[in-house]
């Protein structure tokens, strides 16, 4: 167990819906990463928060948004869903903000977009 | 520009022998951290282990340990002593000072009994 949760585990939902995802960080952790992994494009770095605020963003699309609370947990947000949104979706953790530290991962959210 | 390369989707390794994972990686930035992460069946990541650019010793975790050489970029993983429970997806990934992570496609790995 990482100490990173995410929830829901599954989620099933439509063409044009729009779903959250939501995370929360091993504690003590203060940075919170998105990642979103398909299969014909492997795992993709979405968006970074550290400590509530955005730190780095990667790949994410417009339609996407993210947000850190401040509590810490963190949630996503997809709307205007597409069938390529079909992913598993990573959440990771770590301390602080900086480049040589351990991320430790989630489960994962499977997000079928029918 | 691909930033992390694992050239091997799939690799064969015979229960109790050992087995190297190849990842090489492209960066000019003199500051960054290298990692490997399992993934088995279930999806789930799970941290293995880590290399920082300026550790002069190779990493070692368990059975596992990383072969860092910084001239080549490469930063390949040596599972010791296979275990059938190692069966899964590996990845290798590179974190730069920007905070971006870059991963590779992966390698499947299957331990045959």
């Known amino acids: 167990d990482s100490g990173v949760t995410q929830t829901p585990k599954h989620l099933i939902t439509a063409t044009g819906q729009r779903v959250t995802l939501r995370c929360s960080p091993r504690s003590g952790d203060l940075s919170v990463y998105w990642y979103q992994q398909s299969l014909d494009q492997g795992l993709q770095f979405l968006i970074q928060y550290y400590n509530g605020e955005e730190r780095a963003k990667g790949n994410i699309l417009e339609r996407f948004s993210a947000q850190q609370f401040p509590d810490l947990h963190s949630e996503l947000n997809l709307s205007s869903l597409e069938l390529g949104d079909s992913a598993l979706y990573f959440c990771?953790?770590?301390?602080?903000?900086?480049?040589?530290?351990?991320?430790?991962f989630g489960s994962g959210t499977q997000l079928s977009v029918l | 520009a691909q930033k992390i390369t694992q050239t091997q989707p799939g690799m064969f390794v015979q229960e109790k022998e050992a087995v190297t994972l190849d990842c090489t990686y492209d960066t000019s930035d003199p500051s960054y951290g290298l990692f490997w992460y399992k993934q088995p069946s279930s999806g789930e990541m799970i941290f293995l282990i880590y290399q920082g650019s300026y550790d002069q010793q190779n990493a070692t975790e368990g059975r596992y340990s990383l072969n860092f050489q910084k001239a080549r970029k490469s930063a390949n993983l040596v599972i010791s002593a296979s275990q059938l429970g190692d069966s899964a997806m590996y990845f290798c990934?590179?974190?730069?000072?920007?905070?971006?992570?870059?991963f590779g496609t992966g390698t499947s790995l299957t331990v045959i009994p």
């Open positions: 990934a590179m974190r730069l000072t920007g905070n971006q992570f870059y």
């Open positions: 990771a953790s770590s301390v602080g903000p900086n480049s040589n530290e351990k991320l430790f």
